[in-house]
């Protein structure tokens, strides 16, 4: 499976998994001049700001340790423009990752809070 299409096979899994846990989808993929936000969502209390990371083994360590200093500073960034951009000022927001680890009868999909 080549790298876009194992990017849209875990943008599926985490959109259904959100949806089940209550999330309501408000956008995939938003670009902005400083970076991409795979999903932004909500919850009863928050926007949430979500990377989605899949990974087939934990070779390389487990799906949410990829995400470093730099790719959050840029989803930080753009988060601030989409709120700005829709007025959102006043609800609370988040950022977590969707971490997607194939195992051998499917996927282990948990989300964690993003640290910055």
Partial sequence: MDTR???LRGEE??????????YRIL???FRA???????????????????VKLRESTSF???SESVGK???SRIQKSAL????????FDIPYRFEVVSILKEDRGY?????????
Avoid at 108 to 116: A, C, F, G, Q, T
Wanted: proline share 3%; charged share 30%; glycine share 6%.
């Fill in 5 to 7: 299409s194992k990017g």
């Fill in 13 to 22: 899994l985490a959109v259904r998994f959100l949806r089940r846990r209550g």
């Fill in 27 to 29: 956008c995939r993929n």
């Fill in 33 to 51: 001049k400083t970076g991409e936000i795979d999903i932004i969502a909500r919850d009863k209390r928050s926007l949430v700001f979500l990377e």
């Fill in 61 to 63: 360590g487990y799906p």
């Fill in 70 to 72: 730099t790719k959050i």
């Fill in 81 to 88: 423009f989409y709120i700005t951009s829709h007025n959102l």
């Fill in 108 to 116: 282990k999909i948990d989300i964690i809070p993003l640290e910055s």
